[in-house]
């Protein structure tokens, strides 16, 4: 027993820290006694109640998240139960994180700076806030970061099961947000040579189930609602977000999230319409109002890269603590100065790790497009704080420790 805890001293040290901390946060905005629920988090119990009650899809929240989210329904869970269940899954997701990312910093650094590195992202502010909602980040970003811990290990060790675990993960992190296809279908194609000299594999098995839940979510929709789809999402994020401003750029409006006719009507209709409308509407500003769009998405991006957390700003001093008043503003401004800091410095990593290191160590391009993935795909939407760039900044720093272990006077390395 001493041996094993000595052996994960540090593993033990970053669960105790983080659980340490979190109480913190929430003894300082009271997160736990807000009570709010957003609308996507309602989306996400409403898929959850879909699949374990009514067995069927949702149609712009994918199997995965309604599979983790609600498991107790087969228990008889009340949907407010739901909610307090979401919370220990984020939780237990949130520390697992840490313990992840801390074996790929142990890949190219010693053990005493991979953890003092991991320490790091525990006070991330906007990471730590979403635990208390049921939404997709906390597990999203679980996801990203095993996929990336087995394809070092790929990298390192050279064996197909490590490639075929990571490749699975990508796949299946569509089906936790399915704005990630594009990224996962990146990795599958670049690997795609490797995959068919292994196809009897007994691993690749793994990808092969995991293909397989894409088809049962893309045929669910098309049986449901007429199309062959991971989602609906982003047809109605496209219309209702940068498609509405560069709409109002053109038309010399102020654009409005809350006050906003293009995002009533795109609700209205049904969802194979809504895909219809938005196709067509894209096509159109593409033609004749390409200036305006590219100004959405620059607005977009810039927003969603200078905001606080959202979760934070709306948290009331319900059991009306006097320090509250203090660590409310003080929280969300440090939220606020993360989200640019991080995101400025995952910018310019990522673009000089995706070229620097595209020859001798792919898995650092790998990252750092992942980085640059996140960002840029974040300007589809705004308003939502820091929401899209939280999940790059542990990355960011991996990249950070990357940089810093090259330096050889600061002897890093194991």
Not at 157 to 175: T, V, Y
Request: hydrophobic content about 45%; glycine content about 4%.
């Amino acid at each position: 027993m001493k041996q094993f805890l000595i052996q994960y001293k540090f593993h033990f040290l970053l669960i105790i820290i983080g659980l340490v901390a979190i109480a913190l946060f929430d003894f300082c905005v009271q997160m736990s006694s807000q009570g709010i629920i957003y609308p996507d988090s309602t989306g996400y119990l409403s898929s959850a109640k879909n699949l374990y009650i009514y067995y069927r899809g949702h149609n712009y929240r994918p199997i995965l998240m309604a599979v983790i989210n609600g498991f107790p329904y087969l228990f008889g869970s009340s949907d407010s139960f739901i909610y307090i269940y979401s919370f220990y899954v984020n939780l237990i997701c949130w520390l697992a994180s840490f313990l992840v990312l801390f074996e790929i910093l142990k890949e190219f650094s010693k053990p005493k700076f991979a953890f003092g590195f991991t320490v790091l992202p525990i006070f991330f502010i906007g990471n730590m806030a979403f635990v208390f909602h049921l939404l997709s980040e906390t597990i999203y970003l679980l996801f990203m970061l095993s996929a990336f811990y087995f394809l070092a290990k790929y990298y390192k060790e050279k064996l197909f099961w490590q490639l075929s675990l990571s490749l699975s993960i990508f796949i299946l992190s569509m089906l936790i947000r399915p704005g990630s296809k594009f990224l996962a279908i990146v990795f599958v194609l670049y690997f795609i040579k490797e995959l068919i000299k292994n196809y009897k594999h007994k691993f690749s098995w793994f990808i092969y189930g995991s293909l397989f839940l894409v088809f049962v979510q893309c045929a669910g929709l098309k049986y449901q609602f007429g199309n062959f789809t991971l989602s609906y999402i982003d047809s109605v994020t496209y219309y209702d977000y940068i498609g509405s401003k560069a709409m109002c750029f053109k038309e010399g409006k102020k654009y409005s999230q809350l006050d906003n006719p293009r995002g009533e009507y795109i609700y209205s209709n049904e969802c194979s319409e809504q895909r219809k409308i938005a196709n067509e509407d894209l096509k159109q500003q593409l033609q004749h109002n390409t200036l305006n769009l590219l100004k959405a998405f620059i607005s977009d991006v810039v927003d969603n890269a200078t905001s606080g957390n959202v979760c934070i700003d709306d948290c009331k001093n319900v059991k009306n603590r006097s320090e509250s008043q203090f660590c409310k503003p003080l929280l969300f401004a440090i939220s606020k100065w993360q989200n640019w800091i991080f995101t400025t410095l995952g910018f310019c990593f990522a673009v000089f790790y995706f070229f620097k290191s595209y020859r001798k160590e792919k898995l650092y391009s790998f990252v750092s497009f992942f980085i640059l993935y996140t960002i840029l795909l974040s300007g589809i939407s705004c308003g939502q704080g820091d929401r899209f760039h939280v999940i790059t900044f542990p990355f960011v720093l991996l990249l950070l420790a990357k940089f810093l272990s090259e330096n050889p006077r600061l002897k890093l390395k194991n």
